[in-house]
């Protein structure tokens, strides 16, 4: 029994010792692999006038490891998706703002009032997303200069750091889809601050008074925290989820609306969407939304398909006129 146990870990310790990992540690004259996804080399000066490679780290800011382990500067500008993306976040913080004044303001009616915070909400996304493109590379400019998103842990660089030989860790984190992830806290920072300039001259023009002006910017204050909470944790998931999330969503609350009038005889639903401004105004708003997700969720899977795609967006709304006097919970009751 004893011999049998010697004899296993031999081989263990055989196997482990075969299968370690080979790296140079320290900086090298000749470019050689790291270990991990997100380790690199970066050129730097000897004393020499010469150049050489340093030691296995993360790699600076705006880069990233290529399959040589080689730092490269990140050159590619973001896709139509990762355009997609940053729109879906920044949408997400101005219709969490639209629904806090909706909510908070007194009455539900329309106002001048409530709708010059809707503006003024409005006006502080575009000025941010706006800044927020303008203080990165290339700077001055409302286009970007990023690394393409490859994979999801792309995202969490920091869960990857590698362990080679269990003896000591590298820490390779960085922000390997520079600029997705930090881009977004920079626009909910700008947003903050442009809340607090733009917002109470809005206020005073509009006169605006008491606990519902108010009210209104502190909500946002608690928002975006937790908007930016969320993104720090979820950025990854959201980047590949988003496109279902906002058809989801679109579909849900497009149920709703129709369901909420008071007549379903499909005469009747046609003839309010098409006679009544406001319901119009918020139907085509959930088309907009749902061909958003259907055009985000093509890019990712089938680009070939978009204009075929695109025929689907009324598609709900055509459903739910003619099928709605199918699903009267009335008829139930009379069979
Ligand atoms: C620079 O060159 C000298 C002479 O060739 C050598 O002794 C020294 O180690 C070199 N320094 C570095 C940092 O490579
Ligand atoms: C580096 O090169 C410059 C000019 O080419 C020279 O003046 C300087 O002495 C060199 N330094 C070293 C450390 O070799
Ligand atoms: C990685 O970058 C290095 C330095 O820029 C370059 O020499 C090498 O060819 C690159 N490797 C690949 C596979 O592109």
């Not at 109470?200 to 608690?222: E, F, Q």
């Not at 950025?235 to 849900?252: K, T």
């Not at 890019?299 to 204009?307: D, F, H, T, Y």
């Amino acid at each position: 029994m004893g011999r049998l146990f010697l004899f296993t870990f031999f081989v263990v310790c055989n196997i482990s010792f075969t299968l370690a990992y080979y790296y140079e540690k320290g900086p090298v004259k000749s470019l050689s692999k790291c270990p991990g996804y997100y380790c690199g080399r970066s050129l730097i000066e000897d004393g020499n006038n010469s150049t050489m490679w340093s030691a296995c780290s993360s790699c600076p800011r705006g880069s990233r490891t290529n399959s040589t382990s080689a730092c490269t500067e990140c050159e590619s500008s973001p896709t139509v998706y990762d355009w997609m993306y940053l729109c879906f976040m920044v949408l997400i913080g101005l219709l969490a703002q639209w629904y806090c004044i909706d909510s908070m303001t007194p009455s539900s009616e329309f106002s001048l009032k409530t709708f010059g915070m809707h503006v003024s909400a409005l006006i502080e996304t575009i000025l941010s997303a706006c800044f927020s493109l303008l203080v990165h590379e290339p700077y001055g400019q409302l286009s970007l200069k990023s690394c393409a998103v490859v994979q999801l842990s792309d995202w969490y660089t920091v869960l990857h750091n590698p362990n080679p030989n269990y003896d000591e860790v590298l820490h390779c984190a960085q922000e390997a889809v520079y600029p997705l992830y930090s881009i977004v806290f920079v626009h909910y920072g700008i947003s903050v601050f442009l809340l607090f300039t733009i917002r109470p001259i809005v206020n005073k023009v509009l006169k605006n008074k008491g606990h519902a002006a108010s009210r209104t910017i502190y909500a946002a204050l608690y928002l975006f925290p937790i908007l930016a909470f969320i993104h720090g944790i979820t950025a990854g998931l959201i980047y590949y989820a988003f496109p279902s999330i906002i058809i989801l969503l679109s579909l849900m609350s497009h149920a709703f609306h129709f369901a909420s009038r008071t007549d379903q005889s499909w005469r009747a639903l046609l003839y309010d969407t098409v006679s009544c401004v406001h319901n119009l105004v918020v139907v085509i708003g959930h088309w907009v939304l749902h061909g958003f997700g259907l055009v985000a969720l093509t890019l990712w899977l089938q680009p070939e398909l978009l204009a075929a795609v695109l025929t689907l967006v009324p598609l709900p709304t055509l459903l739910y006129i003619v099928l709605c006097r199918f699903t009267d919970p009335g008829k139930f009751h009379s069979d």
